[in-house]
Protein backbone atom coordinates (compact mmCIF):
# COMPACT_ATOMS: atom_id res chain seq x y z
CA UNK A 1 0.00 0.00 0.00
CA UNK A 2 1.43 3.12 -0.81
CA UNK A 3 1.26 6.39 1.15
CA UNK A 4 1.32 9.78 -0.45
CA UNK A 5 4.59 11.40 0.73
CA UNK A 6 5.14 15.03 1.59
CA UNK A 7 7.90 17.48 -0.37
CA UNK A 8 11.26 16.91 1.22
CA UNK A 9 10.40 14.22 4.22
CA UNK A 10 12.39 11.29 4.35
CA UNK A 11 10.02 8.19 3.36
CA UNK A 12 11.18 6.08 5.48
CA UNK A 13 12.43 6.54 9.18
CA UNK A 14 14.85 4.06 10.77
CA UNK A 15 12.41 1.38 12.17
CA UNK A 16 9.81 1.51 9.65
CA UNK A 17 10.83 -0.46 7.20
CA UNK A 18 8.47 -3.14 7.28
CA UNK A 19 5.61 -0.99 6.67
CA UNK A 20 6.81 -0.91 3.24
CA UNK A 21 6.83 -4.69 2.48
CA UNK A 22 2.95 -5.28 1.69
CA UNK A 23 2.35 -7.28 -0.99
CA UNK A 24 -0.84 -6.05 -3.08
CA UNK A 25 -2.40 -7.64 -6.20
CA UNK A 26 -1.69 -4.12 -7.74
CA UNK A 27 1.86 -4.72 -6.77
CA UNK A 28 2.36 -7.84 -7.93
CA UNK A 29 1.28 -6.98 -11.21
CA UNK A 30 3.69 -3.95 -11.43
CA UNK A 31 6.70 -6.36 -10.50
CA UNK A 32 5.50 -8.55 -13.67
CA UNK A 33 5.50 -6.00 -15.81
CA UNK A 34 9.47 -5.46 -14.84
CA UNK A 35 10.17 -7.94 -17.00
CA UNK A 36 8.48 -6.77 -20.13
CA UNK A 37 11.57 -4.07 -21.22
CA UNK A 38 12.44 -0.80 -19.79
CA UNK A 39 11.88 0.64 -23.34
CA UNK A 40 8.68 -0.21 -23.13
CA UNK A 41 8.14 1.03 -19.82
CA UNK A 42 9.37 4.45 -20.73
CA UNK A 43 6.97 4.70 -23.68
CA UNK A 44 4.09 3.99 -21.79
CA UNK A 45 4.64 6.65 -18.68
CA UNK A 46 2.55 9.26 -19.97
CA UNK A 47 -0.52 6.77 -19.78
CA UNK A 48 0.52 5.93 -16.57
CA UNK A 49 -0.39 9.30 -15.00
CA UNK A 50 2.89 11.18 -14.59
CA UNK A 51 2.28 13.25 -17.43
CA UNK A 52 -1.46 13.83 -16.86
CA UNK A 53 -2.03 17.75 -17.47
CA UNK A 54 -1.40 20.09 -13.92
CA UNK A 55 -0.46 17.09 -12.18
CA UNK A 56 2.49 17.72 -9.36
CA UNK A 57 5.74 15.88 -11.11
CA UNK A 58 7.42 13.34 -8.72
CA UNK A 59 10.71 12.57 -8.04
CA UNK A 60 13.47 10.59 -6.23
CA UNK A 61 16.89 10.56 -3.84
CA UNK A 62 18.20 8.13 -2.34
CA UNK A 63 21.03 8.82 0.15
CA UNK A 64 22.96 7.53 3.34
CA UNK A 65 21.94 9.96 6.09
CA UNK A 66 23.37 7.43 8.58
CA UNK A 67 26.07 4.84 8.72
CA UNK A 68 29.26 5.11 7.61
CA UNK A 69 28.75 6.97 4.41
CA UNK A 70 26.68 9.76 5.79
CA UNK A 71 30.08 11.97 5.81
CA UNK A 72 28.89 12.15 1.64
CA UNK A 73 24.96 11.33 2.22
CA UNK A 74 24.21 14.06 4.51
CA UNK A 75 25.34 16.82 2.16
CA UNK A 76 24.15 15.35 -1.04
CA UNK A 77 20.65 15.15 0.34
CA UNK A 78 20.53 18.62 1.12
CA UNK A 79 21.62 19.55 -2.16
CA UNK A 80 18.65 17.45 -3.46
CA UNK A 81 15.80 19.46 -1.42
CA UNK A 82 17.35 22.83 -1.98
CA UNK A 83 17.51 22.10 -5.78
CA UNK A 84 13.74 21.11 -5.92
CA UNK A 85 12.95 23.82 -3.49
CA UNK A 86 15.24 26.13 -5.82
CA UNK A 87 12.89 24.77 -9.23
CA UNK A 88 9.67 25.42 -7.32
CA UNK A 89 10.18 28.81 -6.28
CA UNK A 90 11.62 29.27 -9.92
CA UNK A 91 7.94 28.09 -11.15
CA UNK A 92 8.77 24.45 -11.03
CA UNK A 93 8.93 22.24 -14.49
CA UNK A 94 6.72 22.80 -17.37
CA UNK A 95 4.80 25.42 -14.75
CA UNK A 96 4.28 21.96 -12.67
CA UNK A 97 5.20 22.06 -8.90
CA UNK A 98 7.91 18.84 -8.09
CA UNK A 99 7.89 16.53 -4.96
CA UNK A 100 10.87 14.50 -4.29
CA UNK A 101 10.60 11.54 -2.43
CA UNK A 102 14.05 11.46 0.22
CA UNK A 103 14.95 8.27 0.86
CA UNK A 104 17.75 7.57 3.83
CA UNK A 105 19.57 4.28 2.45
CA UNK A 106 21.33 4.30 5.76
CA UNK A 107 24.56 2.94 4.49
CA UNK A 108 22.70 -0.16 3.63
CA UNK A 109 23.21 -1.85 0.56
CA UNK A 110 19.95 -4.02 0.85
CA UNK A 111 18.17 -1.24 0.83
CA UNK A 112 19.27 0.62 -2.15
CA UNK A 113 17.52 -2.84 -4.08
CA UNK A 114 14.72 -2.40 -1.73
CA UNK A 115 13.65 1.48 -1.95
CA UNK A 116 14.64 1.18 -5.87
CA UNK A 117 12.22 -1.48 -6.52
CA UNK A 118 9.34 0.90 -4.26
CA UNK A 119 10.41 3.99 -6.34
CA UNK A 120 10.03 1.59 -9.59
CA UNK A 121 6.63 0.66 -8.61
CA UNK A 122 5.13 3.88 -8.31
CA UNK A 123 4.09 4.91 -11.37
CA UNK A 124 4.19 9.17 -10.88
CA UNK A 125 8.15 9.06 -10.68
CA UNK A 126 10.08 9.18 -13.33
CA UNK A 127 13.98 10.44 -12.29
CA UNK A 128 15.79 10.18 -9.35
CA UNK A 129 19.15 11.48 -8.37
CA UNK A 130 21.25 9.28 -6.02
CA UNK A 131 23.56 6.53 -4.77
CA UNK A 132 27.22 7.02 -3.29
CA UNK A 133 29.08 3.97 -4.04
CA UNK A 134 29.48 1.76 -7.44
CA UNK A 135 28.26 -0.37 -4.90
CA UNK A 136 24.99 0.92 -4.08
CA UNK A 137 24.37 2.27 -7.32
CA UNK A 138 24.97 -1.20 -8.81
CA UNK A 139 21.79 -2.46 -6.12
CA UNK A 140 19.75 -0.09 -7.47
CA UNK A 141 20.44 0.73 -11.22
CA UNK A 142 19.17 -2.66 -12.71
CA UNK A 143 16.16 -2.17 -10.67
CA UNK A 144 15.12 1.06 -12.07
CA UNK A 145 16.72 0.54 -15.45
CA UNK A 146 14.06 -2.44 -15.90
CA UNK A 147 11.41 0.29 -14.72
CA UNK A 148 12.70 2.80 -17.42
CA UNK A 149 13.28 5.06 -14.34
CA UNK A 150 16.03 7.95 -15.16
CA UNK A 151 19.34 7.87 -12.22
CA UNK A 152 21.46 10.26 -12.22
CA UNK A 153 24.71 9.55 -10.38
CA UNK A 154 26.03 12.35 -8.83
CA UNK A 155 29.48 10.80 -7.24
CA UNK A 156 32.94 10.30 -9.13
CA UNK A 157 33.24 7.13 -10.18
CA UNK A 158 35.34 4.15 -11.80
CA UNK A 159 33.52 3.54 -14.95
CA UNK A 160 31.87 0.67 -16.84
CA UNK A 161 27.84 2.12 -16.72
CA UNK A 162 26.87 1.05 -19.79
CA UNK A 163 22.92 2.02 -19.70
CA UNK A 164 20.71 3.75 -21.77
CA UNK A 165 18.70 5.20 -18.59
CA UNK A 166 21.63 6.24 -16.32
CA UNK A 167 23.63 9.40 -16.33
CA UNK A 168 26.77 9.80 -14.60
CA UNK A 169 27.30 13.10 -13.17
CA UNK A 170 30.69 13.25 -11.60
CA UNK A 171 33.91 13.17 -13.06
CA UNK A 172 35.42 9.85 -14.10
CA UNK A 173 38.73 8.58 -13.27
CA UNK A 174 40.07 9.96 -16.41
CA UNK A 175 39.12 13.71 -15.77
CA UNK A 176 40.29 13.36 -12.22
CA UNK A 177 43.27 11.55 -12.48
CA UNK A 178 45.03 12.32 -15.43
CA UNK A 179 45.58 16.01 -14.87
CA UNK A 180 46.74 14.88 -10.74
CA UNK A 181 49.09 12.40 -12.57
CA UNK A 182 50.45 14.76 -14.79
CA UNK A 183 50.66 17.35 -12.19
CA UNK A 184 52.51 14.79 -9.55
CA UNK A 185 55.19 13.86 -11.97
CA UNK A 186 56.32 16.91 -13.52
CA UNK A 187 56.20 18.93 -10.25
CA UNK A 188 56.77 16.21 -7.24
CA UNK A 189 58.34 12.97 -8.90
CA UNK A 190 58.06 10.05 -11.46
CA UNK A 191 57.41 7.64 -8.15
CA UNK A 192 53.92 6.57 -6.84
CA UNK A 193 52.90 4.70 -4.68
CA UNK A 194 49.03 3.73 -4.86
CA UNK A 195 46.51 2.94 -1.50
CA UNK A 196 43.10 2.35 -2.67
CA UNK A 197 39.87 1.15 -0.57
CA UNK A 198 38.91 -2.75 -1.00
CA UNK A 199 36.11 -2.40 -3.19
CA UNK A 200 34.85 -1.50 -6.77
CA UNK A 201 35.83 1.91 -7.40
CA UNK A 202 39.54 1.35 -5.29
CA UNK A 203 40.73 -1.43 -7.99
CA UNK A 204 39.46 0.37 -11.19
CA UNK A 205 40.43 3.63 -10.21
CA UNK A 206 44.12 1.86 -9.49
CA UNK A 207 44.12 0.32 -12.59
CA UNK A 208 43.37 3.84 -14.01
CA UNK A 209 46.24 5.16 -12.16
CA UNK A 210 48.72 2.39 -13.65
CA UNK A 211 47.79 3.50 -17.04
CA UNK A 212 47.72 6.45 -16.80
CA UNK A 213 51.20 6.70 -14.65
CA UNK A 214 52.80 4.69 -17.82
CA UNK A 215 51.54 7.43 -20.08
CA UNK A 216 53.03 10.17 -17.88
CA UNK A 217 56.12 8.59 -17.45
CA UNK A 218 56.24 7.54 -13.94
CA UNK A 219 56.07 4.43 -12.38
CA UNK A 220 54.54 2.39 -9.63
CA UNK A 221 56.63 2.04 -6.54
CA UNK A 222 53.85 -0.19 -5.05
CA UNK A 223 50.09 -0.35 -4.40
CA UNK A 224 47.98 -1.74 -1.21
CA UNK A 225 44.25 -1.90 -1.09
CA UNK A 226 42.33 -1.45 2.28
CA UNK A 227 39.35 -2.79 3.56
CA UNK A 228 36.48 -0.17 4.22
CA UNK A 229 36.75 -1.18 7.85
CA UNK A 230 40.20 -0.48 8.40
CA UNK A 231 41.36 2.50 10.17
CA UNK A 232 44.72 1.29 11.49
CA UNK A 233 47.27 2.13 8.91
CA UNK A 234 50.87 0.66 10.53
CA UNK A 235 51.31 -1.37 8.43
CA UNK A 236 50.83 0.50 5.23
CA UNK A 237 52.22 3.48 6.45
CA UNK A 238 55.94 1.11 7.09
CA UNK A 239 55.44 -0.12 3.43
CA UNK A 240 55.75 3.61 1.93
CA UNK A 241 58.26 4.60 4.28
CA UNK A 242 60.23 1.47 2.94
CA UNK A 243 59.30 2.20 -0.76
CA UNK A 244 60.33 5.99 -0.83
CA UNK A 245 57.94 7.10 -3.08
CA UNK A 246 57.87 10.89 -4.77
CA UNK A 247 53.99 10.73 -4.34
CA UNK A 248 51.23 8.76 -2.78
CA UNK A 249 47.80 8.70 -5.03
CA UNK A 250 45.37 8.05 -2.34
CA UNK A 251 41.99 6.11 -3.94
CA UNK A 252 41.08 5.78 -0.44
CA UNK A 253 36.97 6.62 0.72
CA UNK A 254 34.83 6.26 3.92
CA UNK A 255 35.08 7.74 7.70
CA UNK A 256 37.06 5.19 8.46
CA UNK A 257 40.09 5.56 5.80
CA UNK A 258 40.48 9.57 7.04
CA UNK A 259 42.57 8.18 9.58
CA UNK A 260 45.02 7.91 6.94
CA UNK A 261 45.94 11.16 6.60
CA UNK A 262 46.44 11.82 10.45
CA UNK A 263 48.98 8.63 10.86
CA UNK A 264 51.00 9.48 7.90
CA UNK A 265 51.25 13.23 8.71
CA UNK A 266 51.91 11.54 12.23
CA UNK A 267 54.73 10.11 11.21
CA UNK A 268 56.12 12.91 9.21
CA UNK A 269 55.71 11.36 5.79
CA UNK A 270 53.97 14.58 4.56
CA UNK A 271 56.72 16.92 4.70
CA UNK A 272 58.45 14.69 1.97
CA UNK A 273 56.06 12.76 -0.07
CA UNK A 274 53.26 14.38 -1.83
CA UNK A 275 49.92 13.52 -1.50
CA UNK A 276 47.50 13.65 -4.29
CA UNK A 277 44.16 11.87 -4.28
CA UNK A 278 40.41 11.98 -6.63
CA UNK A 279 38.48 10.89 -3.62
CA UNK A 280 40.10 13.49 -0.62
CA UNK A 281 37.37 16.04 0.75
CA UNK A 282 34.11 14.23 -0.59
CA UNK A 283 33.56 14.13 2.37
CA UNK A 284 35.23 17.47 3.54
CA UNK A 285 37.86 15.39 5.58
CA UNK A 286 39.99 18.56 5.17
CA UNK A 287 37.60 19.70 8.05
CA UNK A 288 38.17 17.04 9.95
CA UNK A 289 41.79 16.76 10.01
CA UNK A 290 43.42 19.71 11.04
CA UNK A 291 45.02 22.07 8.86
CA UNK A 292 48.70 20.13 9.38
CA UNK A 293 47.60 16.96 8.57
CA UNK A 294 45.89 18.25 5.34
CA UNK A 295 48.13 20.45 4.14
CA UNK A 296 49.65 20.42 0.78
CA UNK A 297 47.26 17.91 -0.18
CA UNK A 298 46.48 17.68 -4.00
CA UNK A 299 42.88 17.16 -5.45
CA UNK A 300 40.72 17.63 -8.71
CA UNK A 301 37.52 18.07 -9.06
CA UNK A 302 34.70 20.16 -10.96
CA UNK A 303 33.81 22.49 -8.54
CA UNK A 304 35.36 24.47 -5.09
CA UNK A 305 33.51 26.65 -3.21
CA UNK A 306 36.01 29.41 -4.24
CA UNK A 307 35.34 29.42 -8.19
CA UNK A 308 34.55 33.16 -8.65
CA UNK A 309 30.73 33.20 -10.73
CA UNK A 310 27.51 34.85 -10.42
CA UNK A 311 25.83 31.50 -10.53
CA UNK A 312 28.21 30.26 -7.96
CA UNK A 313 27.75 32.91 -5.54
CA UNK A 314 24.08 32.53 -6.12
CA UNK A 315 24.31 28.30 -5.31
CA UNK A 316 26.08 29.43 -2.07
CA UNK A 317 23.55 32.08 -0.63
CA UNK A 318 20.91 29.98 -1.07
CA UNK A 319 22.25 27.15 0.43
CA UNK A 320 23.68 28.47 3.32
CA UNK A 321 20.63 30.57 4.38
CA UNK A 322 18.96 26.88 3.97
CA UNK A 323 21.86 24.99 5.78
CA UNK A 324 24.03 26.97 7.94
CA UNK A 325 25.98 24.74 9.42
CA UNK A 326 26.41 22.23 6.73
CA UNK A 327 29.92 22.90 6.37
CA UNK A 328 32.46 23.49 3.35
CA UNK A 329 30.11 22.27 0.12
CA UNK A 330 32.50 19.65 -1.85
CA UNK A 331 31.69 18.67 -5.85
CA UNK A 332 29.18 15.66 -4.81
CA UNK A 333 26.31 18.47 -3.58
CA UNK A 334 27.46 20.66 -6.99
CA UNK A 335 26.64 17.28 -8.89
CA UNK A 336 23.54 16.76 -7.33
CA UNK A 337 22.10 20.09 -8.08
CA UNK A 338 23.50 19.97 -11.65
CA UNK A 339 21.50 16.88 -12.29
CA UNK A 340 18.42 17.85 -11.21
CA UNK A 341 18.88 21.43 -13.69
CA UNK A 342 19.78 19.58 -16.61
CA UNK A 343 16.86 16.88 -15.81
CA UNK A 344 14.50 20.08 -15.99
CA UNK A 345 16.17 21.75 -18.97
CA UNK A 346 16.06 17.67 -20.33
CA UNK A 347 12.05 17.49 -19.20
CA UNK A 348 10.99 21.48 -20.63
CA UNK A 349 13.10 20.55 -24.16
CA UNK A 350 10.82 17.08 -24.24
CA UNK A 351 7.92 18.63 -22.91
CA UNK A 352 6.96 15.46 -21.30
CA UNK A 353 8.32 13.38 -18.91
CA UNK A 354 8.47 10.53 -20.95
CA UNK A 355 11.72 8.47 -20.64
CA UNK A 356 13.02 8.13 -23.65
CA UNK A 357 12.13 11.84 -25.08
CA UNK A 358 13.83 13.57 -21.99
CA UNK A 359 16.61 10.64 -22.44
CA UNK A 360 17.27 11.69 -26.10
CA UNK A 361 16.70 15.75 -24.78
CA UNK A 362 20.09 14.88 -22.29
CA UNK A 363 21.71 13.21 -25.23
CA UNK A 364 21.14 16.02 -27.36
CA UNK A 365 23.63 17.93 -25.11
CA UNK A 366 22.19 20.86 -24.13
CA UNK A 367 24.60 22.87 -21.66
CA UNK A 368 23.65 23.90 -18.43
CA UNK A 369 25.49 26.47 -16.75
CA UNK A 370 25.39 26.25 -12.75
CA UNK A 371 28.35 26.56 -9.83
CA UNK A 372 30.58 25.02 -11.23
CA UNK A 373 30.68 26.10 -14.83
CA UNK A 374 29.12 24.55 -17.83
CA UNK A 375 28.27 21.25 -17.72
CA UNK A 376 26.92 19.27 -20.78
CA UNK A 377 26.05 15.31 -21.52
CA UNK A 378 27.90 13.75 -23.90
CA UNK A 379 25.82 11.70 -25.84
CA UNK A 380 27.79 8.26 -26.41
CA UNK A 381 28.94 7.88 -22.51
CA UNK A 382 26.22 9.78 -20.43
CA UNK A 383 28.70 11.57 -18.80
CA UNK A 384 29.25 15.69 -18.41
CA UNK A 385 31.74 17.56 -20.04
CA UNK A 386 33.03 20.16 -17.26
CA UNK A 387 35.16 21.78 -16.16
CA UNK A 388 38.10 20.41 -13.53
CA UNK A 389 40.22 22.34 -11.44
CA UNK A 390 43.44 20.93 -9.81
CA UNK A 391 43.58 22.39 -6.14
CA UNK A 392 46.00 22.36 -2.80
CA UNK A 393 44.42 22.28 0.81
CA UNK A 394 46.21 25.24 2.61
CA UNK A 395 47.56 25.59 5.80
CA UNK A 396 44.06 27.26 6.94
CA UNK A 397 42.48 24.07 5.91
CA UNK A 398 40.70 25.89 2.85
CA UNK A 399 41.57 25.15 -1.10
CA UNK A 400 43.76 26.70 -3.38
CA UNK A 401 43.27 26.42 -6.93
CA UNK A 402 46.81 25.82 -8.64
CA UNK A 403 45.34 25.09 -12.35
CA UNK A 404 41.81 25.06 -14.51
CA UNK A 405 40.91 22.78 -17.35
CA UNK A 406 38.33 23.82 -19.19
CA UNK A 407 35.67 21.46 -20.86
CA UNK A 408 37.38 18.73 -20.05
CA UNK A 409 35.67 15.51 -22.30
CA UNK A 410 34.83 12.00 -20.56
CA UNK A 411 36.30 8.43 -21.20
CA UNK A 412 34.34 6.81 -23.60
CA UNK A 413 36.47 3.80 -22.79
CA UNK A 414 36.12 1.06 -20.35
CA UNK A 415 39.31 0.15 -18.57
CA UNK A 416 40.80 -3.23 -20.28
CA UNK A 417 36.69 -3.94 -22.10
CA UNK A 418 36.51 -1.82 -24.85
CA UNK A 419 34.24 1.14 -25.21
CA UNK A 420 30.25 2.38 -25.47
CA UNK A 421 28.31 4.01 -27.58
CA UNK A 422 24.98 4.76 -26.00
CA UNK A 423 24.02 6.37 -29.39
CA UNK A 424 25.13 4.11 -31.52
CA UNK A 425 26.00 0.53 -30.93
CA UNK A 426 24.56 0.47 -27.37
CA UNK A 427 21.47 2.46 -27.33
CA UNK A 428 19.29 -0.36 -25.97
CA UNK A 429 21.92 -1.64 -23.51
CA UNK A 430 21.30 -1.76 -19.95
CA UNK A 431 24.00 -3.18 -18.59
CA UNK A 432 27.25 -2.49 -16.46
CA UNK A 433 30.59 -3.63 -18.03
CA UNK A 434 32.80 -5.03 -15.45
CA UNK A 435 36.15 -3.14 -16.27
CA UNK A 436 39.19 -5.70 -16.73
CA UNK A 437 41.39 -4.91 -13.83
Avoid at 116 to 125: K, L, M, S, V
Wanted: net charge neutral; with cysteine.
Amino acid sequence: MKRNLPENTLSCPAGHEESRTTITRRNLLKLSLAGVGAAALGRSFSAMGADAPGADLHVASMFDLTGNLNIYGVQLMNASKYAIDAINKGGGVMGRKVVLHAYDTQSKIELYSRYAQEIGADDRISAVVGCITGASREAARPVLSRYGKILFFPMIDEGGECDKFTFMQGSDCVQQEAPLINWAVKNAGKTIYVVAADYVYGHVATAWTQSLVAKAGGTIAGIEYIPLEVSDFGSTIRKIQAAGPAVVMSNLVGNNHIAFYRQFAAAGLNKSIRIISPTFGLGNEQTVLTPQEASGIIVAYSYFESLATPENKTFLDGFKTLYPNAGPIPDGPVQVWNGWNQWRLAVEQAKTTNTAQVVAALESGKAYVGPSGKVSTDGQSHRNVQDIHLARVSSQGSYEIIESLPQVAPSREIVGAGTIDLIGKDKAAHKMVNPKV
